[in-house]
């Protein structure tokens, strides 16, 4: 019985390959997924991982959508010799990442480059994070990166107050577990506000009974720690994301030549 477990094993991310790339002279390793049959978009997803780093959630999401024809990239924000051991580590290196957002968003630009290079089209990418990578999603937008949609699963959504609300360009998708504790109305409303003066176009979406980390079934089932895995949650959420990609990479109609109009000639339907 061991053998088909060991080929279960090797076969898991069998479209995802390890890419060694570089920033500020860190070390750094993702995984970058290159569709055998791509959409006709050619469009791209980067994926932020949470705090802990690159795990297996990351990679099967990015396997998934890679089975569907997306380029897919998973980044390392962190950097080698410096993946955290434990959640106190996770928690200081994403709290610095979270009070440093130019280093945060210096790390998802070279992810973003990578997932170009893989052969995505440069003008169709859509950036999507879990937890802190959820964080990080939106930085891709505060950053003004050129991607066309971002989308923060079970995410922090606040910044520095100090930081100024700027025009946020890509379409937001923001999907919340109504009982989590770890964001306060506080921040909720200040993420409102941000994406109300950025002028954006952007959904929030609440999930009943959920807290944090409802996509992670890593997390467990336990809601009074906080964080845990919520199969309703975590469903109802891909298919929200899955009707934004439809939006967001849907194409112009083609322009048609309507009959019995010699002045307009060719005009969109």
Same mark, same amino acid.
């Given at each position: 019985?061991?053998?088909?477990?060991?080929? =279960?094993?090797?076969?898991?991310?069998?479209? =995802?390959?390890?890419?060694?790339?570089?920033?500020?002279?860190?070390?750094?390793?993702?995984?970058?997924?290159?569709?055998?049959?791509?959409?006709?978009?050619?469009?791209?997803?980067?994926?932020?991982?949470?705090?802990?780093?690159?795990?297996?959630?990351?990679?099967?999401?990015?396997?998934?959508?890679?089975?569907?024809?997306?380029?897919?990239?998973?980044?390392?924000?962190?950097?080698?010799?410096?993946?955290?051991?434990?959640?106190?580590?996770?928690?200081?290196?994403?709290?610095?990442?979270?009070?440093?957002? &130019?280093?945060?968003?210096?790390?998802?630009?070279?992810?973003?480059?990578?997932?170009?290079?893989?052969?995505?089209?440069?003008?169709?990418?859509?950036?999507?994070?879990?937890?802190?990578?959820?964080?990080?999603?939106?930085?891709?937008?505060?950053?003004?990166?050129?991607?066309?949609?971002?989308?923060?699963?079970?995410?922090?959504?606040?910044?520095?107050?100090?930081? !100024?609300?700027?025009?946020?360009?890509?379409?937001?998708?923001?999907?919340?577990?109504?009982?989590?504790?770890?964001?306060?109305?506080?921040?909720?409303?200040?993420?409102?506000?941000?994406?109300?003066?950025?002028?954006?176009?952007?959904?929030?979406?609440?999930?009943?009974?959920?807290?944090?980390?409802?996509?992670?079934?890593?997390?467990?089932?336990?809601?009074?720690?906080?964080?845990?895995?919520?199969? !309703?949650?975590?469903?109802?959420?891909?298919?929200?994301?899955?009707?934004?990609?439809?939006?967001?990479?849907? &194409?112009?109609?083609?322009?048609?030549?309507?009959?019995?109009?010699?002045?307009?000639?060719?005009?969109? &339907?």
């Amino acid at each position: 019985m061991l053998l088909p477990v060991l080929l =279960l094993a090797l076969q898991s991310f069998a479209q =995802l390959s390890p890419v060694n790339y570089k920033e500020g002279g860190q070390k750094l390793s993702g995984f970058s997924g290159v569709p055998e049959r791509p959409s006709q978009t050619k469009a791209g997803i980067l994926v932020l991982p949470a705090w802990m780093g690159i795990n297996d959630h990351s990679k099967e999401v990015a396997e998934k959508l890679t089975k569907r024809g997306f380029y897919t990239f998973v980044a390392d924000i962190y950097g080698e010799g410096k993946y955290p051991k434990d959640t106190k580590q996770a928690g200081e290196q994403a709290g610095y990442y979270k009070s440093h957002p &130019e280093a945060y968003q210096k790390r998802i630009k070279v992810a973003l480059d990578e997932l170009i290079k893989s052969g995505a089209d440069p003008e169709k990418i859509i950036v999507i994070g879990y937890c802190f990578g959820g964080t990080g999603a939106l930085e891709a937008a505060r950053a003004g990166f050129n991607v066309k949609g971002v989308v923060s699963f079970h995410g922090g959504l606040g910044k520095d107050a100090s930081r !100024k609300n700027t025009p946020i360009k890509p379409m937001v998708l923001a999907l919340h577990g109504a009982d989590d504790p770890y964001v306060p109305q506080k921040e909720i409303d200040s993420f409102m506000q941000e994406m109300k003066d950025g002028k954006a176009d952007w959904q929030m979406i609440y999930y009943s009974g959920a807290v944090h980390a409802f996509t992670e079934k890593e997390a467990g089932d336990d809601n009074s720690k906080g964080a845990a895995y919520n199969e !309703k949650a975590d469903k109802r959420s891909w298919a929200a994301f899955t009707q934004f990609l439809k939006d967001v990479l849907k &194409e112009e109609k083609p322009k048609v030549n309507k009959i019995g109009d010699s002045k307009k000639g060719l005009e969109k &339907e």
